[in-house]
């Protein structure tokens, strides 16, 4: 018995099966990869946004984002870097806009008011002092900011951060340094 | 004086971290100098409070249904994109067929408008208006035939023009009888307007650049010669000369004298 196959004018059924096991190929590469860089995505955009949803929500974009354009990924050893980058990027596109409509929904309902300065005894409270540490970070600078963000992090040593960001390590040191320094000196 | 330069170096020893162990001489000013001890105390409890909190804030658990949501999307996204191929191949198939039947009818269309076009050349046309040139034949006048066309003798127009004229009028008369085969004149142009006609056809022609169409093609058509019906005379009544008189003889005598002279 003679078997038929229906195949697209300019495609041959070879082509088609090559290209099916490249797609499949990438695909369990790009897992196994998801399984090492998911959770620093949701860490970096849970350390600029500060909210786990909205964490979440934008992690999954960026490595969404990644996953179509995986096969145009030249250097694949690169791919941590890039899928930070990219996360970074989106999340701070969040906050922003999260900012703006943050501002437009409650400038109407309080149009006049101002923030009370602080106390001491705000200033002994932990809570406040983590939203100005947050204020503080947000105010840095971006380069600034994610070093700060990725050494905070657990496993990641200065080495590691200058290797995942391809800066020098005397560069991440500096970075490092002048973000503690003005978090100080607005924390003082 | 001396606390302002160990400053620097103690605000670089505070945000070092507390592994970190100052050197001699800033360690022995801090053993003696109570202010910058708690100073450096105040500065350090401040890095250690920012580092704990950005520890705390950047190493937060990933929520367990992270990964398997991750998947599902990439299952969602390739769905979407097998249906997006789909699309694109139905939409471009379709498209395929109608630029495939709109270039047919065209291509019939064409066709169909060469072939009648040919037909109508083919065909001889009658003639629609008056156009033309050849001047009326009488019995009297010479006779223009096509293929010496006006070569009326005229001294108000220069002799090269009127060559010019003569041969393009030919050509145009040639090609233009082949094309539409029409052989009837009709315009009976008189003599006296015969030059008036050939500048207006020059002129019109230098204007357009093209084939005059006021040259028509004709055979030279020989005008049957009037036919005058036959004079009826009446049957005539012939008599003789009455006799000469005497004056009349001499008359004669005198004539034929004079002629043998």
């Known amino acids: ?188 | 004086m001396t606390c302002h330069r160990y400053k620097h170096a103690l605000l670089q020893l505070a945000s070092a971290g507390v592994e970190t162990k100052p050197d001699s001489k800033l360690h022995a000013h801090l053993q003696t100098c109570s202010s910058c001890r708690s100073a450096f105390e105040n500065e350090r409890s401040l890095f250690a409070s920012i580092d704990s909190c950005l520890r705390s804030s950047a190493n937060s658990e990933l929520p367990s249904s992270f990964i398997p949501t991750v998947r599902a999307r990439f299952q969602q996204e390739d769905q979407h994109e097998i249906q997006q191929q789909s699309s694109t191949t139905r939409g471009s198939g379709c498209l395929t067929d109608r630029l495939v039947w709109a270039s047919a009818f065209a291509a019939a269309a064409i066709l169909l408008f060469i072939f009648t076009r040919l037909d109508l050349r083919l065909k001889p046309q009658p003639t629609e208006g008056p156009l033309v040139t050849q001047q009326a034949q009488s019995p009297v006048a010479p006779q223009t035939t096509a293929t010496e066309p006006l070569q009326v003798a005229d001294p108000q127009i220069a002799p090269a023009t009127r060559k010019r004229f003569a041969v393009k009028t030919a050509t145009t008369l040639n090609k233009h009888s082949v094309l539409t085969g029409r052989r009837e004149p009709e315009i009976l142009v008189p003599p006296d307007q015969e030059i008036l006609l050939a500048r207006y056809a020059d002129r019109w022609r230098r204007r357009h650049q093209s084939p005059s169409i006021l040259l028509t093609a004709m055979e030279p058509t020989q005008t049957d010669p009037l036919q005058v019906p036959l004079i009826q005379i009446a049957e005539l009544d012939i008599k003789p000369l009455a006799p000469l008189a005497p004056d009349q003889k001499n008359d004669q005598e005198y004539d034929q004298k004079y002629d043998q002279k």
């Open chain 1, 1 to 188: 018995m003679q078997e038929l196959v229906l195949i697209q004018p300019g495609h041959t059924a070879e082509t088609d099966l090559q290209r099916d096991a490249t797609e499949g190929a990438l695909r369990r590469e790009f897992e196994e990869r998801l399984a090492e860089c998911g959770p620093l995505a949701f860490r970096v955009a849970r350390g600029v946004l500060r909210n786990t949803a909205d964490a979440e929500d934008v992690a999954q974009d960026a490595i969404l984002r990644a996953y179509r354009r995986f096969d145009k990924l030249r250097d694949r050893a690169r791919f941590k870097a890039w899928l930070v980058r990219i996360t970074f990027r989106l999340a701070l596109d969040r906050a922003k806009s999260s900012n703006r409509r943050q501002h437009r929904e409650t400038s109407w309902a309080q149009p006049e008011r101002k923030p009370a300065p602080p106390t001491a005894e705000d200033l002994a409270a932990a809570n406040q002092f983590r939203s100005r540490l947050d204020r503080a970070v947000d105010e840095l600078p971006e380069k600034q900011r994610l070093v700060l963000l990725l050494s905070a992090m657990e496993g990641h040593s200065l080495e590691e951060v200058a290797a995942l960001l391809n800066i020098p390590i005397g560069t991440v040191k500096s970075r490092l340094f002048f973000a503690r320094k003005q978090l100080a000196e607005k924390l003082r």
